[in-house]
């Protein structure tokens, strides 16, 4: 065929089937809620629910028997990718509801179809749920969690492993075993205590970056670990007596420290996975006081980084 004989042939360009479908992903109680102008905007959001919260509630009645006849039998097999695929999402209502095509089959424990035609040919689209940076620990951990987990009924049952409720969703992954360890980052704070111990401020320097620039899978067993060495780190700048009392009050001006250093990326103690760890209590004078000596350095992005380079190089070195 010449370039001449093909003007008249339509192109065929590649379509991909089954397409794929946009599943939402959100922090509990945190999805978004669409109305019409005029609409009851309160009363819509208590009554309405994301493709992430429906697909909870119908897992949860498929787990209890099917609901109201067999509407929802057998959706506690399916993951949240699997849900356009055997579903179709109704607007209106906020619910899954199955295809008319497919059918749950009690005695073999499986979907079939209703038609003369396979399975595997009338199924919808795939789902894909919306990325998100694995800096972001907790909602990558939940993304993680929906792609493999079948019939999870509630955000609790998600982050539930062996019948014990994880404290958070990465918890929930390393518990899984859906995520590896903290090996890597403990052997890089190991040789950063040997090597950046005694240089002011570099340590939790160091860790802030750590935390900033890499995903950190269980980043409060860090600090677990290695707080007493920041803590020392502090108190040798304030050239105190070591006590029990003054360590637990050098390990907050540390966290301050590198609260201001994670701010200084647009990030917080929360973002990473350490909430709940900083006193914010106004009658610990002290603390405060102890803590204006940050570096004001600290606060400038282009030094951070070549600070945490010159960590690096210094590591590597060694």
């Not at 949240?80 to 005695?107: G, H, Q, V």
């Not at 995520?179 to 939790?204: H, K, Q, S, W, Y």
């Not at 701010?263 to 006081?289: C, F, Y």
């Not at 070549?306 to 070195?317: D, I, M, V, Y």
Request: net charge negative; proline share 4%; aromatic share 10%.
């Amino acid at each position: 065929m010449t370039a001449a004989s093909t003007l008249g042939t339509p192109l065929r360009l590649p379509y991909p089937y089954p397409p794929c479908e946009a599943l939402p992903l959100h922090r509990p109680d945190d999805h978004q809620v669409y109305f019409t102008a005029g609409a009851n905007a309160q009363e819509r959001a208590k009554n309405a629910d994301s493709k992430l919260t429906a697909y909870f509630k119908a897992c949860a009645l498929g787990a209890a028997g099917g609901g109201d006849d067999d509407a929802y039998a057998g959706f506690h097999t399916l993951t949240y990718t699997d849900m356009p695929r055997y579903c179709t999402w109704d607007t209106k209502t906020t619910t899954w509801n199955l295809r008319s095509c497919i059918a749950w089959d009690f005695l073999a424990g499986e979907f079939v179809s209703r038609t003369a035609r396979p399975l595997n040919s009338i199924l919808g689209p795939f789902g894909r749920v919306y990325f998100t940076d694995p800096r972001n620990s907790e909602l990558y951990a939940i993304r993680t969690l929906l792609i493999h987990r079948e019939g999870a009924t509630s955000f609790e049952d998600l982050r539930t492993v062996g019948g014990q409720v994880m404290e958070t969703f990465e918890a929930a992954c390393i518990a899984a075993r859906y995520f590896e360890d903290t090996a890597e980052p403990r052997r890089a704070m190991t040789e950063a205590v040997e090597e950046l111990g005694f240089m002011r401020g570099r340590l939790r320097h160091f860790f802030a970056m750590l935390l900033v620039h890499t995903r950190v899978l269980n980043s409060r067993v860090l600090w677990e670990e290695f707080r007493g060495a920041m803590a020392r780190d502090c108190e040798r700048e304030a050239a105190g007596t070591v006590t029990a009392k003054s360590t637990a009050k050098m390990e907050q001006t540390a966290l301050k420290d590198i609260e201001g250093l994670l701010k200084a990326h647009g990030k917080d103690l929360d973002s990473v996975g350490l909430s709940g760890l900083l006193s914010t209590g106004g009658k610990d004078q002290e603390m405060r006081e102890a803590n204006a000596h940050t570096i004001d350095e600290a606060y400038d992005e282009d030094n951070q980084w070549r600070l945490f380079q010159e960590s690096l190089a210094g590591l590597q070195t060694n």
